[in-house]
């Protein structure tokens, strides 16, 4: 059986540099923001579920999700989030399953499911070890800044509104600190997959004469 790796951690840490890694080493890789992408436009009972909730002001003029207007919706009141959330997590949870057997089935050694909610979907109970990504306050903020060309201040927010680096430690068999430079992140990576690895070969005892 395939090892299922669960990969989580805070916005701007570096998430998405370990799963390329991850899949430099031969791990075959799942992204639950695509995912949720695709069950958005896919699932039409996600789609009902969702324009029952939030009015028909969330489709666009073909009667797709409008993910900005869902978002201004959303991202305004945590409450309609959670409750966004509360619908997505078993459609999409339900498709990352069907891509993991998938993968499986073709002969994959190790899955890793990057997701930001790996947790709160519930995605983590499917995972035979958890792996988080954290980095400090300044520094994911810099990243934040220059990926998604934010103000400082709305970087400093979006940083707020995550959960606090213990939530994470907490629940993982891993932590990676990003903090430093690529050739550092790929070294902790490597240690890591080593570790995973090891796991997962059976342990022999010899006799001795």
Known sequence: MAEIIGLTGQTGAG???VRKMFKSLGAEVI???EVAHSVA???LWCLVDIVEHFSCLVLND???LNRKALGKIVFSDRKK????????FPYIVDAIKREADAFERKGARSIVIDGATLIESGCAKMCDCIISVTADEETRTRRIIERDGLTKLDAQRRVSAQHPEDFYTEVSDFVIRNDGSLAELEQ???IVAGEIAARRQP???EEEF
């Open 15 to 17: 998430k998405s540099s």
């Open 81 to 88: 989030l959670l409750t966004l959330n509360k619908i997505m």
């Open 31 to 33: 992204d639950a923001d």
């Open 41 to 43: 436009d896919n699932e």
């Open 203 to 205: 342990i022999t005892l």
């Open 62 to 64: 073909k009667g797709k």
């Open 188 to 190: 902790k990576v490597g």
